[in-house]
């Protein structure tokens, strides 16, 4: 079983930066597919991108394809959503997730989440 924590949201402007941390204990990211959802207040969870197991595949919801960025970090265990030009329909709570593949319909390991808001 693995544990994820999300770090780095917050409030930034619109156009603003920001970079996501997901970090896993207890098994290594490398073992995963990874998923990145958000939620925002009213809305169904949505999956905003995936990084396969070795980092080779990407997929990006057209939402935010040219602005959000997938990484991992083996090294440190990590997952990172690098969030550029942010738009105030960005705002919701981000999840990571591990995923059985790279559909991520299937999900196993969920963070807490972290509430990212965006200011017109």
């Known amino acids: 079983q693995v544990q994820l924590v999300e770090s780095g949201g917050g409030l930034v402007q619109a156009g603003g930066s920001l970079r996501l941390s997901c970090a896993a204990s207890?098994?290594?990211?490398?073992?995963?597919?990874m998923g990145w959802f958000r939620q925002a207040p009213g809305k169904e969870r949505e999956r905003v991108t995936t990084?396969?197991?070795?980092?080779?595949?990407?997929y990006y919801a057209a939402s935010v394809k040219g602005r959000f960025t997938i990484s991992r970090d083996g090294a440190k265990n990590t997952v990172f959503l690098q969030m550029n030009s942010l738009k105030p329909e960005d705002t919701a709570v981000y999840y990571c997730?591990?995923?059985?593949?790279?559909?991520?319909?299937?999900?196993?390991?969920w963070g807490q989440g972290t509430q990212v808001t965006v200011s017109s």
């Open positions: 207890g098994r290594t990211v490398s073992d995963y597919n």
């Open positions: 997730a591990t995923c059985h593949d790279t559909s991520c319909s299937i999900t196993t390991n």
């Open positions: 990084i396969n197991w070795n980092g080779a595949y990407t």
